[in-house]
């Protein structure tokens, strides 16, 4: 196994069938304090995660005789709680750190307003509803954290499923779909297996929609017109990470990756998220180009939900939380850290075909003469909205 590879993350399966979590113990780290902080990496493999839920709920529909092929041309889903503000909680691709685990997240987490006390949770839009467990077998009434209330759009065909909703008990008892209209109540937010007032304040839906033909997530953050974001990403720092996973703000010779630490702030949620593409361009002292990407969606990093070998996020070092954001609440988790950040590899980022996607180790670096005295990295941050900003690094060789 490459050295480098001692920082990535470790996937194994989840009994709570939240999410792909990640496990292992820390790894070797030889450099500062704060990066010996990051989140325990270990060997990489692929195991099952929630989006097979979502594609086993879509398969449904579409073992009804359903149409599965998506336009999304008309498609206006509303907000599914009733509040003025979008408060989110996370978004999908968001790396989250809980307790002693980690996983990437793949929804996007409603949050009801903090001064708004009413928990229902209304159809985006009319269809056809019914209601789920997250594993994607049918549910009985009794379940509410665990239940997923999905709805068809037979306009659109995107399946919409919403998870953590306790179901209307007339929805919940029926054995066949039913007709519900935008805006309908179909349930309300379930209350959190946690206790204590952070569980409370952080109670929310995990909304997905689902491209049942081509087995994708669509990003809600981009079709929700109401979601309000008007807030450009900002940059914290641009490191190395050498090929014994060392890392720190000067250049060194040999293969490095060149990680970019940042976040993105919305108009409604009291926290730092995720971006939502990347693109740069890095050059030596003299101008001479190293090395370059154009925008990279990171979307189609996790948007598949086919199989779990499509989610192989694999070689973004120190593509999640730090250990050292936790918040303290719900429980022992960065999300409740308002000022958390992310980290991102872009060396190990490509595009190909127009796809974003992660390279592997053996390709994924850049190579560093020793005759190369500073690299200038040149990033383009953009948010899912399309809110973008740039930020400007130059990284100079330390004492020899």
């Known amino acids: 196994m490459p050295p480098r590879l001692r920082k990535f993350l470790l996937f194994c399966t989840s009994s709570l069938g939240l999410a792909a979590f990640a496990c292992g ?21 692929e195991r099952d995660h929630d989006g097979m839920g979502y594609a086993k709920v879509a398969e449904y529909f579409g073992a009804r005789g359903l149409d599965l ?9 509303r907000w599914p709680v009733a509040t003025e503000k979008t408060a989110v909680l996370n978004r999908v691709g968001t790396p989250i750190f809980l307790g002693s685990t980690g996983y990437y997240h793949t929804a996007f987490d409603v949050l009801r307003a903090p001064d708004e006390t009413g928990t229902q949770v209304h159809a985006p839009h009319a269809g056809l509803a019914v209601v789920f467990d997250w594993y994607g077998n049918r549910a009985t009434p009794a379940q509410s954290y665990s239940s997923v209330v999905a709805i068809y759009d037979p306009v659109s065909h995107v399946v919409t499923q919403m998870m953590h909703v306790k179901a209307e008990p007339s929805l919940a008892a ?7 209209r935008e805006g309908d109540v179909v349930g309300e937010i379930a209350d959190s297996p946690f206790a204590g007032e952070s569980a409370d304040r952080l109670r929310h839906t995990h909304v997905d929609f689902i491209d049942g033909e ?11 017109a109401g979601y309000h974001d008007a807030v450009a990403p900002s940059a914290k720092r641009v490191y190395v990470a050498d090929e014994a996973a060392r890392t720190g703000d000067a250049l060194v010779s040999g293969n490095i ?6 976040s993105d702030r919305d108009d409604d949620s009291d926290r730092n998220l995720e971006l939502g593409a990347l693109a740069y361009v890095i050059e030596d ?17 996790y948007e598949s939900v086919a199989a779990p070998s499509s989610f192989r996020a694999k070689q973004l070092v120190d593509f999640g939380s730090a250990t050292s954001q936790l918040g303290g609440g719900w429980p022992s988790s960065d999300i409740d850290n308002r000022e958390r950040t992310f980290r991102y590899a872009l060396t190990q980022l490509a595009v190909v075909d ?15 003469a020793d005759d190369v005295r500073q690299i200038t990295v040149r990033v383009t941050m953009w948010d899912p909205k399309g809110n973008a900003a740039e930020h400007v690094a130059t990284l100079v060789r330390g004492q020899d």
Do not use: M, W
């Not at 092929?69 to 889903?77: E, G, I, L, N, S």
């Not at 002292?285 to 990279?296: D, T």
């Open 174 to 180: 029926a054995t066949e779909p039913v007709e519900v």
């Open 257 to 262: 990756d060149v990680v970019l630490e940042a």
């Open 354 to 368: 127009g796809r974003c996607q992660v390279l592997d180790d053996a390709v994924g670096h850049l190579v560093i």
């Open 25 to 45: 113990q820390p790894g070797e780290e030889r450099s500062s304090t704060a990066d010996q902080d990051l989140l325990p990496n270990g060997a990489v493999y």
């Open 69 to 77: 092929h998506v336009d999304t041309t008309a498609f206006a889903p």
């Open 214 to 224: 081509r087995k994708i997530i669509l990003n809600p953050a981009g079709l929700f």
């Open 285 to 301: 002292g003299s101008g001479r180009k190293l090395a370059e990407l154009p925008r990279c969606a990171l979307d189609h990093v």
